[in-house]
């Protein structure tokens, strides 16, 4: 944003005067802030730093002590440079003591050897700074359109970082609480080098404040969030290419810049957008207003019944049904992924219709599909749920083997030939092989039934928990409820939940970051060793394959870095489930 000594020199009522540099030539890269013309000898003490200061020397001091003294104020100040008239004070060259002082405090220090109009220079120089100063708010104007675009346009944070790395010129991470990589961009750097070690990287860069930039590896940093609960950081990588504000700090505009990229990532994560028909939209905003509060309950009930979907004095079961593998990409991309969800959620249709069920039903995210039971009996739950698990399985191998007779066989066959590949259905679990048409396995998980539609929230979103954790366990059942679910398995539902990860990084955050300086060592396998092991002792030092001196000390070395006493029973159930945390949210 501003021009450095060097510019300045270069300028023509500069070279009028026919400037030689004497010392300080490493400073000529400081930016000048402004331009200061003084002549007496404590006018530091009016400077606030970057200024260029201008003087004939008349009323500089006239002994040794007293030039040094000069120098030094103007130096601690951070003045960008000193520039002396010849002639009037001092006739052929400034004092010897000026210079060596100036040359020892890195100070640009610059003769003139002819008579220049210091005004001529300070209009030269204050065009160039509110030229610059233009410059930087059309830049600024540009990165708040850019933004603005893309949060129209519900760009994702994919979209969002590529922007950012675009306006930039400089690589862009956006990462989790956890220090996983959300998205990136190397900006035509070596994304292997970028990425490889990220996590002990990352936790090496710990600014302060909300916005800040570490000068010891060159990144900006901002964190990421809306309403108050931050589940980010967008990381922006800078090395000092180019110096405006303070020496060694990132221009303004890239702090902008960030912060414009991040407040757009965080109002992206409120936007969901989709495209289906009329009636099942409104199936789907409904059971979103459930899920969110978004409308009253009565009113929820009168739209419902206007669908024939009667919710009022009926026993309410959430259903949540999911694929076990996540596919937002791969073979044919997003649009593949989302009609494997549409696919899914018409079986699911069909399998309601099949097993005479009444339920408001949609996809709920990118991955599952929701329903809302509504039964006349509560007694018949368990008969409706098997009921609909059966139908399902039953909806999709049907579907299944129809697009196969309509396709033909696969890879051909002689007389006799069977079809190619099979589909095993295995209670709750579809399993399925063979070609890309072929339906994956599918998990169906219910919540708790509720008396009241007011209750219904709490059974959708227990079903929507109990299926994402379902997804590491192996166990092929009909219909997964709650008691299926261990602590690994809520841990890993709420591995995206910020809370978590912040519970992860106060637990276990000093141990993280010792490990991440000191990789020889590892302490936190130590640490899993001693809880995996009930904390014997004995046996997790052999688990470990050490001996228990050296067990016994690590111990205590972890016990000092984490601040907590590793024989409490209390302390050590937080840090082993931390522990299990981290495995949950480092789970991908």
């Known amino acids: 944003m501003f021009p450095t000594v060097r510019e300045v020199l270069a300028l023509d009522p500069v070279r009028h005067g026919v400037p030689r540099l004497v010392a300080g030539e490493n400073g000529l890269d400081r930016p000048v802030r402004w331009v200061h013309v003084a002549e007496v000898p404590d006018i530091a003490t009016l400077l606030g730093g970057g200024e260029l200061v201008l003087t004939t020397g008349i009323g500089l001091p006239a002994d040794d002590a007293g030039l040094r003294a000069f120098i030094g104020d103007l130096a601690d100040v951070g003045v960008s440079g000193l520039v002396v008239e010849l002639g009037r004070r001092y006739v052929g060259n400034v004092p010897r003591v000026m210079v060596a002082a100036a040359q020892r405090r890195g100070?640009?220090?610059?003769?003139?050897?002819?008579?220049?109009?210091?005004?001529?220079?300070?209009?030269?120089?204050?065009?160039?700074?509110?030229?610059?100063?233009?410059?930087?708010?059309?830049?600024?104007?540009?990165?708040?359109?850019?933004?603005?675009?893309?949060?129209?346009?519900?760009?994702?944070?994919?979209?969002?970082?590529?922007?950012?790395?675009?306006?930039?010129?400089?690589?862009?991470?956006?990462?989790?609480?956890?220090?996983?990589?959300?998205?990136?961009?190397?900006?035509?750097?070596?994304?292997?080098?970028?990425?490889?070690?990220?996590?002990?990287?990352?936790?090496?860069?710990?600014?302060?404040?909300?916005?800040?930039?570490?000068?010891?590896?060159?990144?900006?940093?901002?964190?990421?969030?809306?309403?108050?609960?931050?589940?980010?950081?967008?990381?922006?990588?800078?090395?000092?290419?180019?110096?405006?504000?303070?020496?060694?700090?990132?221009?303004?505009?890239?702090?902008?810049?960030?912060?414009?990229?991040?407040?757009?990532?965080?109002?992206?994560?409120?936007?969901?957008?989709?495209?289906?028909?009329?009636?099942?939209?409104?199936?789907?905003?409904?059971?979103?207003?459930?899920?969110?509060?978004?409308?009253?309950?009565?009113?929820?009930?009168?739209?419902?019944?206007?669908?024939?979907?009667?919710?009022?004095?009926?026993?309410?079961?959430?259903?949540?049904?999911?694929?076990?593998?996540?596919?937002?990409?791969?073979?044919?991309?997003?649009?593949?992924?989302?009609?494997?969800?549409?696919?899914?959620?018409?079986?699911?249709?069909?399998?309601?219709?099949?097993?005479?069920?009444?339920?408001?039903?949609?996809?709920?995210?990118?991955?599952?599909?929701?329903?809302?039971?509504?039964?006349?009996?509560?007694?018949?739950?368990?008969?409706?749920?098997?009921?609909?698990?059966?139908?399902?399985?039953?909806?999709?191998?049907?579907?299944?083997?129809?697009?196969?007779?309509?396709?033909?066989?696969?890879?051909?066959?002689?007389?006799?030939?069977?079809?190619?590949?099979?589909?095993?259905?295995?209670?709750?679990?579809?399993a399925g092989t063979g070609p890309a048409g072929m339906p994956g396995a599918v998990i169906v998980a219910a919540g708790s039934g509720v008396g009241t539609l007011r209750e219904a929230r709490r059974s959708l979103i227990e079903a929507r928990q109990i299926a994402d954790a379902a997804r590491r366990d192996r166990r092929d059942l009909p219909v997964f409820r709650l008691p299926h679910v261990g602590l690994a398995g809520l841990l890993h539902l709420l591995r995206d939940e910020p809370r978590l990860q912040t519970f992860v990084e106060r637990e276990l955050g000093p141990l993280l970051a010792y490990d991440a300086r000191h990789p020889r060592e590892q302490l936190l396998g130590t640490l899993r060793a001693y809880l995996e092991q009930g904390r014997n002792k004995s046996a997790a030092a052999a688990a470990a394959h050490l001996s228990r001196p050296a067990f016994y000390e690590r111990l205590a070395r972890i016990g000092r870095i984490l601040g907590i006493d590793l024989d409490s029973v209390p302390a050590c159930l937080s840090l082993h489930v931390a522990l299990l945390a981290l495995d949950a949210v480092r789970d991908t």
């Open 107 to 430: 100070l640009p220090l610059v003769e003139l050897r002819r008579a220049t109009p210091f005004v001529r220079v300070t209009e030269a120089v204050h065009a160039l700074i509110v030229d610059a100063q233009l410059t930087e708010l059309r830049a600024t104007e540009e990165i708040h359109q850019r933004f603005t675009d893309l949060s129209v346009e519900g760009a994702g944070p994919g979209d969002v970082v590529r922007q950012a790395a675009e306006l930039s010129g400089c690589p862009v991470v956006l990462e989790n609480l956890s220090r996983q990589v959300l998205a990136y961009d190397p900006a035509g750097e070596s994304a292997g080098l970028l990425l490889d070690g990220w996590e002990q990287h990352s936790r090496r860069i710990q600014p302060t404040g909300r916005t800040a930039y570490d000068p010891d590896s060159g990144w900006l940093v901002t964190m990421v969030g809306a309403r108050g609960q931050d589940w980010g950081r967008l990381l922006l990588r800078w090395p000092g290419g180019e110096l405006a504000g303070p020496p060694g700090s990132p221009p303004t505009r890239l702090t902008i810049l960030v912060e414009r990229a991040a407040s757009t990532l965080a109002l992206g994560r409120l936007i969901q957008r989709d495209a289906e028909g009329l009636e099942r939209q409104i199936h789907r905003t409904l059971l979103t207003a459930l899920l969110d509060h978004a409308r009253p309950v009565d009113e929820v009930a009168l739209r419902a019944r206007a669908l024939g979907v009667v919710l009022e004095r009926r026993h309410l079961v959430g259903v949540v049904i999911r694929y076990r593998a996540d596919e937002t990409g791969g073979e044919g991309g997003p649009e593949a992924a989302q009609s494997r969800l549409r696919d899914l959620a018409e079986a699911v249709g069909h399998a309601l219709r099949e097993a005479k069920l009444t339920a408001l039903t949609s996809a709920i995210d990118d991955q599952a599909v929701g329903a809302l039971l509504a039964l006349t009996d509560p007694a018949t739950e368990d008969r409706a749920l098997t009921a609909f698990a059966a139908a399902l399985r039953r909806v999709r191998l049907d579907g299944t083997l129809a697009r196969q007779a309509a396709a033909g066989p696969v890879g051909g066959g002689g007389p006799g030939a069977g079809p190619s590949c099979g589909t095993t259905a295995v209670g709750g679990v579809v």
